[in-house]
């Protein structure tokens, strides 16, 4: 399968501080990166979707102006926090796919993850 | 509606048993792809097993086999001689159109314990 990495995989910050999450595709181009998020004991839940070089695509009810996504280049996008707050404590994985059209066979690989908590 | 449904929040299974998962989808394309992944207590998500709308048998991978029944709208994950190893979090996803960006859509997913 597909090499991804995130770093950090773990990180406690105070209330009001900034995270960057960064998510690298190691072994192929990721043309598009979905940033998903996983609340305790619950499924993952997307929060945005992104092409590189473009603008993110965020989903119904995931504040653009708090949750910066940037994907530049095709091996690298990160996810930045911003003001984080304790309901932000959450599981951020990202899912980077290669090819210019996802399609419905395409098998969709995960970073390992980066558990955030908020104080 | 939801697009997955998982109606088994827990699992019991004795080891060197087999399993059956559960999974429901809805969807109107006539072209998809469903996917089951694992997910242990460390977070990563672990890809099982592929089915396609247009695969005509059902999907192996090992000791996963994939019993898709089409006209149920069911594609339960077969987990055969269960090992301590395969306790986890079991997720059914879905890939269709209907989002536009074919993004995966998950169910709430399994728990699934082998008991020694």
């Known amino acids: 399968g597909a090499v991804v990495s995130q770093h950090p995989s773990w990180v406690i910050c105070k209330s009001g501080t900034s995270v960057k999450i960064e998510c690298r595709s190691l072994d192929f181009q990721a043309t598009t990166m979905f940033w998903y998020r996983q609340f305790p004991k619950q499924s993952l839940m997307l929060m945005a979707t992104?092409?590189?070089?473009?603008?993110?695509?965020?989903e119904q009810g995931v504040e653009k102006d708090k949750f910066l996504i940037n994907h530049a280049s095709l091996t690298l996008s990160t996810l930045t926090v911003t003001s984080a707050h304790p309901e932000d404590s959450s599981f951020y994985i990202c899912?980077?796919?290669?090819?210019?059209?996802?399609?419905?066979?395409?098998?969709?690989?995960f970073g390992p993850g980066t558990r955030l908590t908020v104080l | 509606a939801q697009k997955i449904t998982q109606t088994q929040p827990g699992m019991f299974v004795q080891e060197k048993e087999a399993v059956t998962l559960d999974c429901t989808y809805d969807?109107?394309?006539?072209?998809?792809?469903l996917f089951w992944y694992k997910q242990p207590s460390s977070g990563e998500m672990i890809f099982l097993i592929y089915?396609?709308?247009?695969?005509?048998q059902n999907a192996t991978e090992g000791r996963y086999s994939l019993n898709f029944q089409k006209a149920r709208k069911s594609a339960n994950l077969v987990i055969s001689a269960s090992q301590l190893g395969d306790s986890a979090m079991y997720f059914c996803?879905?890939?269709?159109?209907?989002?536009?960006?074919?993004?995966?859509?998950f169910g709430k997913g399994t728990k699934l314990s082998v008991i020694p």
């Open positions: 089915q396609g709308s247009y695969d005509e």
């Open positions: 969807t109107s394309d006539q072209s998809y792809g």
């Open positions: 899912s980077p796919t290669s090819g210019g059209v996802v399609k419905e066979a395409d098998t969709q690989y």
């Open positions: 996803a879905m890939r269709d159109s209907g989002a536009g960006s074919y993004q995966l859509t």
């Open positions: 992104s092409n590189e070089g473009s603008k993110a695509t965020y």
